[in-house]
Each structure stands twice: as C-alpha cells, then as structure tokens.
C-alpha cells in the first residue's frame, strides 16, 4: 500500500510539473525585457543581415534599423524593394547579428506583419531623421514590419546558447 501511495504522490507531482511546462506563455513583462535585449544587441551591432525566401532561394540583405514602438518590434523597408515583396508572400524569416567584436552574434526568428499606422510610421522616422530624406509616412512606399513569435538565440565563443522569445 505504502508503493501505491508514494507512487501516486509521485505521479500526481509529475503531472503538476508536466501542466506547469506545457504552459510556454511568458508574462508580458518578461516580453517586453526580452525585446529591449534584442533591440540593444540589435543598436550596438549597427548592421544587421536579414534572410527572406524567393520561392526556393534563400535571400539575405543588410539592415540598420529596428525601433520597439508600442511594445512590438520593427524593422522597416520600402514597398518597393524585392525584399519586401518576398516578407509580404512569405512572413517567415531569419536574422543575424554580429557584434563589432566579431565573437558574439545572435539570431532571431519569427514572423513579420506589416503595419499601416501612420503614427507608427511617424515615430519610427522621428527616431530615424537620417531616413526622411528616402522616406516619409504618408507616400505610400514606407513598410515597417513587426515581428510576432519572436525567438533570439545569443551565442558567442566564450559562453552557452542562450534562447529568449519575446
């Protein structure tokens, strides 16, 4: 009797522990830290590659814009540009970052959603000035994509993978 009952205790803790891991949700505010971790590995990098999909052919450019407005995370493009085209038929995509040290660098995955705001589109070129000059908010040209189910990977030489989603 004593195994049936230390059995069950030990099933019944398991299954306590199995429900609380099936539960992959973070709090909001552990999403938003982990975006702001992003958005500065993202800054000190200064140039970030982005890969896209042109049917079966991988495609990878440089980026150097991202800005969190809103509690969402951004790059932007021009509506124009191929690499926008490919985002729009296929949101799936892949950074990587390299820091100027050249041993850290990170990668992130997700999907982008492009986003009409104009006052989103207006912010993100108030922090940007450098862009006014290619772009502005209303001229139908200017796309900033968020990214949804967003996983970074950080790793470097020196120190483990580290995974965070946000």
Do not use: H
Not at 51 to 69: K, L, M, N, W, Y
Not at 116 to 125: A, M, Q
Not at 134 to 152: E, P, R, S
């Amino acid at each position: 009797m004593k195994k049936i009952l230390f059995a069950f205790a030990v099933i019944m803790t398991m299954s306590s522990f199995g429900s609380a891991k099936a539960d992959n949700t973070i709090s909001q505010e552990m999403k938003e830290k982990n975006m702001q971790e992003v958005q500065a590995f993202l800054k000190d990098c200064g140039a970030f590659f982005i890969a896209t999909v042109d049917g079966d052919q991988p495609r990878v450019r440089p980026f150097g814009v991202s800005e969190i407005i809103d509690g969402r995370l951004y790059i932007m493009t021009g509506k124009v540009k191929d690499v926008f085209k490919q985002m729009a038929k296929n949101g799936k995509f892949e950074i990587c970052a390299l820091k100027k040290s050249g041993s850290e660098w990170m990668r992130i995955s997700g999907i982008l959603i492009n986003d009409e705001t104009l006052s989103v589109k207006e912010e993100f070129l108030k922090r940007n000035p450098g862009l006014k000059s290619m772009y502005k908010a209303d001229d139908g040209n200017m796309a900033v994509l968020y990214i949804t189910n967003g996983t970074a990977r950080f790793s470097s030489f020196s120190a483990p993978l580290r995974t965070v989603n946000f």
